[in-house]
């Protein structure tokens, strides 16, 4: 069992930065532009089209999403727990770091920088809705594996450092409580009415009408067996945080059974306008690796992308501090 549970910290972690790797190459990129280049969906590391964000890296890296994530892995692994000033100076030496950025995301540098100087971000009305405020939540899914409420707490604090609003602080409670969910198997996804109640149970950490609505719209496509273009269409796949988080929830839901095609549809999920599909991909993978483990993401891609070694034992840590907390208990 203890092999199992390691198994999806580190699944977790490595699939969540296979999928950025290999979403990046395509982000903003039409289907038609998709094909005419690379001849065929996007299944190995690539190199990023010409009108990527991206294009200029190496095609096993990763974005800055995953830099900001690892960050806090090193945090949460070093400070035996969350540590929110310690994360905060860790995000300004990067920030201050130019040269190792990667097309971050402006509303991040902004508010690193309106932090480092002492300033309340939203005093100057820094409100965000990006999906890339919350991929680092994952690590809280994980560190409060135990306990889905506190996970989701945590979540939100990490998230909202940086990207303030009432559409961060849901999506991001959502996503940590989902991770932990995951990891602790309280639902049997391979039965259809699983997948009806894991969403019903995730309204639960949903503040916002609407947005509990959207969840009802992953439970129609999911009772439909929507196809992938008919989810784009339904939900969105832009950077607005309840479209990639609701799409990339579709996406893992509807190919239970089948993780490898969750991650490929997860990265390839652009459509006919492009879309924000390195922070699909992260999702999607962060996702099965939680469910499934590491063995869910192809070798060749968890031990080929960048900082594989480091994320490998950066998870492993922490699943040591999450096993203390577990067994002693710990707050967020």
Known sequence: MEDLLLSKFVGTVLGAAVGDALGK???????????????????NFETPHPSSPAYGQLPEETSDET?????????????????????????IDWYEREETHRYPDPMLLTAIDLLSRGIDPSSHGLISSSVEG?????AMGLLHYYNPELA??????????????????DAAALY????????????????????????????RYLAEEKHKRVLDKVAELLMESADLETAINTLGNGTYAFE?????????????????????????????FGGDTDAIGFLVGSMVGAYYGEEAIPSHLRENVENSERLRELAEKLYDVALHYATFGGNS
């Open 67 to 91: 830099t900001i994530f690892r960050l806090l892995l090193e945090s949460l692994t070093e400070r035996k727990g969350l540590d929110i000033k310690d994360f905060l100076n860790r995000l």
């Open 176 to 203: 940590s409580a989902l991770i932990s969910h995951l990891v602790r198997e309280d639902f049997y996804l391979e039965e259809f009415r699983e997948k009806i109640r894991l969403l019903e149970e995730l309204k």
């Open 244 to 272: 990639a988080l609701p799409l990339a929830l579709y996406i893992f839901l509807s190919n239970i059974g089948n993780p490898y095609e969750a991650l490929l549809q997860g990265v390839n999920s652009y459509g006919s």
């Open 25 to 43: 190459a395509v982000e903003e990129i039409t289907e038609e532009e998709v094909m005419e280049f690379y001849g065929g969906r996007i299944e």
């Open 152 to 169: 989701a707490e945590g979540g939100k604090v990490v998230a909202l450092l940086t990207h303030r609003g009432n559409v961060i602080k």
């Open 134 to 138: 919350i991929l680092r939540s994952a």
